[in-house]
């Protein structure tokens, strides 16, 4: 391929890239198949700017693509992990940080900060689905189930209460008095 069209290949990729149009601007890399470093500036670049937008879901998922500094890949997938957990996107959060191999220990963090929040607000099976999606402890798993379970039992959901006491193995009592008042 001529090095001018090599060039010039860049050079649209780097606006694409300016402009948002990620997706344009893949189809130009595969079909020119750039060496990294005529690239490099204008990734670093989009990956800035989403950055500084606050789109860090999208600046992460550049970053994983075109193959940036690890530190920076991590940077950006955490701050959006942060975002959907403090959105109450739990589940999206758990899939997110498993996608992107996020460090164990900051992924636990967060999850139990957002398990302490759902039972402070008294989102009680929100709670026991966190405890659920990012593995914690047993005892915070049953202490948010139980809790759902006699709320459910107390407004007279009889169903909903069995069935959390099925779903988290909640004690035979439990399961048999919501099972009583279905009868």
Do not use: H
């Not at 500084?52 to 890949?73: H, M, Q, R």
């Not at 992107?100 to 039972?119: D, T």
């Amino acid at each position: 391929m001529p090095e001018t069209s090599l060039a010039e290949g860049a050079r649209l990729f780097s606006e694409k890239m300016r402009e948002g149009a990620y997706r344009e601007a893949a189809r130009i890399r595969s079909a020119y198949s750039f060496p990294y470093d005529m690239i490099e500036a204008a990734v670093k670049d989009a990956y800035r700017k989403n950055i500084d937008a606050g789109e860090f879901y999208v600046a992460a998922d550049l970053a994983k693509a075109y193959g940036l500094p690890s530190n920076l890949i991590a940077e950006a997938a955490m701050r959006s992990f942060q975002r959907k957990i403090d959105s109450d996107q739990f589940k999206t959060a758990a899939e997110y940080a498993r996608e992107f191999g996020l460090p164990e220990e900051e992924v636990r963090i967060a999850a139990i900060q957002a398990f302490n929040k759902s039972m402070s607000f008294g989102l009680i099976k929100n709670a026991a689905e966190i405890a659920d999606d990012f593995d914690l402890p047993e005892e915070m798993r049953t202490k948010a189930a139980t809790k759902a379970f006699e709320q459910y039992m107390e407004s007279g959901l009889y169903r909903k209460a069995f069935q959390i006491a099925n779903k988290y193995n909640l004690p035979e009592e439990m399961t048999s008095a919501a099972e009583k008042k279905l009868s």
